[in-house]
């Protein structure tokens, strides 16, 4: 593995772990995530609306120049959906 890509590997985890954290802190994150993923899914620039959203109702902060980690908290939120879409 390059140097590259462990510090960006590096990066991605730190981001993650600010978020985990957060998270953890304020346990109504989550669910209000998902009723933001919810509200916003098949909207066009559907991830972009969700991103917005949740950074202006929550602590979690999502610039408009997405890092690889909220990239992949944009795919999570859409899995769950998925999940859940499957269950009924």
């Given amino acids: 593995m390059s140097s590259a890509e462990e510090s960006?590997?590096?990066k991605v985890i730190g981001e993650l772990r600010v978020f985990i954290k957060k998270v953890?802190?304020?346990p109504t994150i989550a669910v209000k995530s998902?009723?933001?993923a919810r509200k916003y899914r098949n909207e066009p620039?559907?991830?972009e609306l969700i991103?917005?959203?949740i950074s202006a109702?929550?602590?979690i902060r999502i610039p408009e120049n997405w890092s690889s980690?909220?990239?992949m908290?944009?795919?999570i939120l859409d899995e769950v959906l998925d999940d859940e879409e499957a269950l009924y």
């Fill in 8 to 10: 960006r590997q590096s």
């Fill in 24 to 26: 953890l802190s304020d």
């Fill in 34 to 36: 998902v009723e933001i």
């Fill in 45 to 47: 620039n559907a991830n």
């Fill in 51 to 53: 991103a917005r959203e």
């Fill in 57 to 59: 109702n929550t602590t």
């Fill in 69 to 71: 980690a909220d990239h």
């Fill in 73 to 75: 908290f944009l795919e």
